[in-house]
């Protein structure tokens, strides 16, 4: 069964630092735009970082977790990480991975739910003193 594996979330202070994990089974993600969405209580599923396969599909970050925030990706491990520091009361959510092979390059794209096929369950985020 192909499918996406989220892990690494939890409970952090703000200011603290925290790295999500994203696991492919059976999906080969070397050619796949990889995405990080997340999900607030009562809120819309929002793109949070996008990367694309290649030095032409580039890289984007919402404007509120640009800098703070670094995605990386090891296509050999089927793995994608998304490095989250400074963690702000703004952060909290269920933090979703997503990949599909077809999407058209572009923030828009990139950050559209419905550009991608294959979704992990999700690993919840908190950020609390």
């Known amino acids: 069964q192909k499918r996406l594996v989220e892990s690494g979330g939890g409970l952090v202070q703000p200011g603290g630092s925290l790295t999500l994990s994203c696991a492919s089974s059976?999906?080969?993600?070397?050619?796949?735009?990889i995405a990080w969405f997340r999900q607030a209580p009562g809120k819309e599923r929002e793109g949070v970082v996008c990367?694309?396969?290649?030095?032409?599909?580039?890289?984007f970050y919402t404007d509120s977790v640009r800098g703070r925030f670094i995605v990386s990706r090891n296509n050999h491990a089927g793995m994608s990480y998304l490095q989250m520091n400074g963690l702000k009361p703004e952060d909290p959510g269920i933090y979703f991975c997503?990949?599909?092979?077809?999407?058209?390059?572009?923030?828009?794209?990139?950050?559209?739910?419905?550009?991608?096929?294959?979704w992990g369950q999700g690993t919840q985020v908190l950020v609390s003193s």
């Open positions: 997503a990949t599909d092979p077809d999407v058209t390059t572009g923030q828009n794209s990139c950050f559209r739910r419905q550009s991608y096929q294959y």
């Open positions: 059976r999906l080969d993600l070397q050619d796949w735009t």
């Open positions: 990367v694309g396969s290649s030095d032409r599909r580039p890289t």
